[in-house]
């Protein structure tokens, strides 16, 4: 019996974490507006309240000028679209590299860099990593 009723709570508990899966709908997150063109939405913060994970999205033609963050090695994700990156302090066409959706980049803290959607609608997705580091694999490609 007490085995039956120790299966029957295990079940239920699986059940219950599968239960728990949410999907997110992104539209209904508040998001502000940055770099006067992008539309930036947390997902995560940190325990001081900053944001830790972020949805970044910019319409056709949209720039985001050159800047340098403060905190953090960054992870960004392009999810959807192309993404037009360039490094340095000054916007130059000649020198962007054009990112396909599924691209993976790094972005030391304290780079400057720009990013652009010339192509069509972009959304992508930074990841703040404060204490956290990339396993070796990645910190050997950032060499």
Same mark, same amino acid.
């Given at each position: ?25 992104t ?19 940190t325990s001081?309240?900053? +944001? &830790?994970?972020? *949805? /970044?999205?910019?319409?056709? #033609?949209?720039?985001?000028?050159p800047? =340098?963050?403060?905190?953090? $090695? %960054? ?6 679209g ?15 590299t054009?990112? +396909? &959706?599924?691209s *993976? /980049?790094?972005?030391?803290? #304290?780079?400057?860099?720009?990013l652009? =959607?010339?192509s069509?609608? $972009? %959304?992508?997705?930074?990841v ?16």
């Amino acid at each position: 019996m007490r085995l039956l009723l120790t299966s029957l709570l295990l079940a239920s508990l699986s059940m219950t974490a599968a239960a728990e899966t949410t999907l997110i709908a992104t539209e209904k997150l508040p998001s502000k507006e940055v770099y006067d063109v992008a539309q930036l939405t947390p997902l995560a913060v940190t325990s001081e309240g900053t +944001p &830790a994970v972020v *949805l /970044l999205d910019l319409d056709k #033609g949209d720039v985001v000028p050159p800047h =340098a963050a403060k905190s953090g $090695l %960054r992870l960004l994700t392009v999810l959807s679209g192309e993404l037009s990156w360039g490094d340095g302090s000054a916007i130059d066409v000649e020198k962007e590299t054009v990112y +396909p &959706a599924g691209s *993976l /980049l790094t972005i030391p803290s #304290g780079v400057d860099h720009w990013l652009a =959607a010339r192509s069509g609608a $972009l %959304r992508v997705q930074l990841v703040v990593l404060d204490d956290e580091k990339p396993v070796p694999a990645i910190l050997e490609q950032m060499k």
